[in-house]
């Protein structure tokens, strides 16, 4: 049987003048995803399946965004704020390919799942006009209601409008719908903005559907995963959602964490293996971890790769770009950024290392420093195969040393290192002048030209 056509209209315009920031409101994060990010990952994504975002004007960096993380995602404008019907409509062009469902999703619930998503669309398959998303609410002041008779749904009735005996019901709506889409615009056209703010509600789309003699029901999921975000406290409450998602998910597939609630993950987070993670552990965007590894306490990484039996911290700093080794060790107050250390390295104490590449096997003493930036540029450190740079040694790059030489402590290397040499650099006076070059240098070569 031929799967069922999908277009996904995700609103995404709207100020959030709540959040009290000029970022807006779909791009702020949860588990280091925005919030119309998470949406769109579960949005239906197949070769039937189309993709629709409604934005406000000027807000290109939420077009960019539905773009970057759904290339197939057509972009519309609402121009005016006049409903959600009206914002709906803007995709009005999308609408009339004439998928199979319609349906309508909100940029600001990053906690919807692509499993709702598909349980929502069931009853169209079986002859339904309209699906709408629900949730029992523990305090449903505010919510609009959902009014039922029997298996059906027959209005949705906003707080204010409520009767007293309408308000005793706990059953809310969450906004999310899924129209059959060859009634949708017909339905959608009928809504007026015969109300107080002279806006079109999406809502009014229920008692249509019944005038029409067309079958609309309800769907329930959990309170949690339709919590939409207006303020920064509930951005908070969504986060702490989502972190427990993400654990609980660690745990499952074999991650040890001694304390699970000190410990916060990226939603796109990748483990292998019998990986550890100790307390008050911080993970951001685009770090996995393989095999064995180990994340000892208060470190913290970003965009970094971590290798089989690795060894991170405690305290350390991986930054975006880093990539460890199988059983390379990064010790204790130890930073790195764009950084590839190959299988053994050990960096075990007090040091940075950014915008390097360090061969197998080497070691960096502690105190050690990368210098990559002459004022003007980053430049790159390269480190052999089984080096050892003695502690407290400052390696000015570009600068290259070879596979197997030794750098004595206190060093200040400012020249390129042959394979087996060693390099004792401690004069002040040839380290300044050597220094004085590099920069006079780097100031020469980044001189911009007069007129």
Not at 75 to 83: A, Y
Not at 296 to 319: C, D, N
Request: net charge neutral; proline share 4%; charged share 25%.
């Amino acid at each position: 049987m031929t799967a069922r056509s999908s277009l996904t209209v995700v609103l995404a315009a709207g100020e959030g003048t709540r959040m009290r920031s000029s970022l807006p409101k779909v791009l702020h994060q949860v588990a280091g995803q925005t919030l119309l990010a998470h949406v769109l990952k579960a949005a239906p994504c197949s070769e039937v399946s189309a993709l629709a975002v409604v934005v406000g004007p000027d807000h290109q960096a939420v077009a960019d965004e539905a773009r970057r993380q759904r290339p197939d995602a057509a972009v519309f404008v609402q121009q005016k704020r006049l409903g959600t019907a009206d914002a709906v409509l803007a995709a009005r062009k999308a609408i009339a390919h004439g998928a199979d469902d319609l349906v309508i999703a909100f940029g600001d619930t990053p906690l919807i799942s692509a499993a709702t998503f598909e349980r929502l669309r069931l009853p169209l398959k079986h002859g339904a006009t309209l699906a709408v998303l629900g949730f029992r609410a523990q305090d449903p002041t505010g919510y609009g209601r959902l009014l039922t008779d029997g298996d059906r749904l027959v209005a949705i009735r906003e707080h204010a409008e409520a009767s007293a005996q309408e308000r005793r019901i706990d059953l809310c709506n969450a906004g999310v719908m899924a129209f059959r889409g060859d009634k949708a615009l017909a339905i959608l056209d009928r809504i007026d903005n015969d109300n107080s703010k002279g806006e079109y509600y999406l809502t009014d789309a229920v008692e249509i559907v019944k005038d029409m003699e067309l079958e609309a029901v309800v769907i329930e999921t959990s309170e949690d995963e339709v919590r939409g975000i207006n303020t920064k406290a509930q951005l908070a409450e969504a986060e702490a959602v989502m972190q427990a998602r993400l654990r609980k998910q660690a745990l499952e597939a074999g991650v040890t964490m001694v304390a699970p609630e000190t410990v916060f993950l990226a939603a796109d987070t990748q483990f292998g293996k019998d990986v550890t993670i100790e307390p008050f552990v911080v993970i951001g965007p685009g770090v996995s971890i393989a095999d064995g590894a180990v994340i000892h306490s208060f470190s913290h990484l970003v965009e970094t790769s971590v290798g089989a039996r690795a060894s991170v911290g405690p305290y350390a700093r991986l930054r975006p770009g880093t990539s460890l080794g199988e059983g390379a060790k990064i010790g204790n107050f130890v930073e790195t950024k764009a950084a590839r250390l190959e299988a053994g390295v050990k960096v075990n104490h007090l040091s940075y290392i950014g915008d390097a590449e360090i061969g197998a096997g080497s070691n960096i003493g502690a105190g050690t420093i990368t210098c990559n930036y002459d004022g003007f540029s980053k430049h790159k450190t390269l480190i052999g195969t089984a080096a050892f740079i003695g502690t407290n040694s400052s390696l000015v790059a570009p600068v290259k040393i070879g596979n197997g030489a030794y750098i004595g402590s206190g060093s200040v290397i400012t020249r390129d290192v042959p394979d087996d040499a060693m390099a004792v650099e401690r004069s002040p006076q040839n380290n300044r002048e050597g220094g004085a070059a590099r920069y006079r240098e780097a100031k020469t070569r980044h001189k911009k030209p007069k007129g």
